[in-house]
């Protein structure tokens, strides 16, 4: 095509703007960190495109032959040019630019003519469909595998966390257990050495009275 580096990348833009490319950009760090881009044709966007501009070229075919069919031209056979009748009308049914009488024109050959370019855009647009729907059909099992691998996964990530949060509980409770177990231990500690204060405090006092009672 002999184009230049600016305008093959302006154009590639272009396509990407519309949807029908993409790319992926990676940097070369062995030959000065220069950017490689590496574009793809997303084939399914350009057929839905393509479908688009056949069908709207399909529409204005019947709107000519539409045409055609129910209104008259006329056309100068020295100049070639083709007027509509009230065109012709107002120029008197004459060519303004060599003064001839403008002729009818049979339109019957270019209608037979664009009748077939009809029928041949309407077999093309349904195989573009055809293969449009089967495209998109391969799409929506690839998305729905997508989707099941992606819930699969938080599934797996919401097991995982259940998990972590059931044996954070368990130490919790094990922990409090413990510091429960320690504090009744501590408590039975004190209880004892209050108990054997209090004994070794009755036995003093009875050893006095003892003493007491020899004198």
């Known amino acids: 095509l002999r184009l230049s580096i600016n305008q093959t990348r302006n154009i590639l833009y272009k396509l990407a703007d519309e949807g029908l ?28 495109k393509f479908r688009e501009h056949v069908s709207k ?13 129910h209104e008259r031209f006329f056309f100068c056979q020295t100049c070639e040019l083709e007027f509509t009748e009230e065109q012709a009308l107002a120029q008197q049914y004459m060519c303004l630019e ?33 293969e449009v729907e089967a495209m998109s059909a391969a799409e929506e099992k690839v ?13 797996a990530e919401r097991a995982k966390l259940a998990k972590a949060r059931q044996r954070m509980k368990m130490k919790t ?11 009744s231990v501590e408590k039975k500690v004190r209880r004892v050495k209050k108990e ?19 004198i």
């Open 57 to 69: 070229n399909l529409e204005q075919l019947r709107q000519h032959v539409e045409q055609r069919k």
């Open 196 to 214: 054997r204060k209090k004994s070794k405090k009755n036995l003093g006092k009875r050893k006095k009275k003892r003493e007491g009672e020899v």
């Open 143 to 155: 998305r729905q595998r997508r989707l099941r691998a992606e819930e699969r996964k938080k599934q």
């Open 173 to 183: 409770l094990a922990t409090a257990q413990k510091a429960k177990k320690r504090i």
């Open 98 to 130: 060599c003064g001839q009488v403008l002729q009818l024109k049979d339109s019957s050959a270019e209608i037979a003519q664009k009748e077939r370019e009809i029928t041949r855009l309407q077999n093309v647009l349904v195989s573009v469909h055809a």
């Open 21 to 48: 490319v993409g790319f992926v950009r990676k940097k070369d760090t062995k030959k000065g960190g220069w950017y490689t881009y590496y574009w793809t044709f997303n084939s399914g966007k350009g057929l839905v």
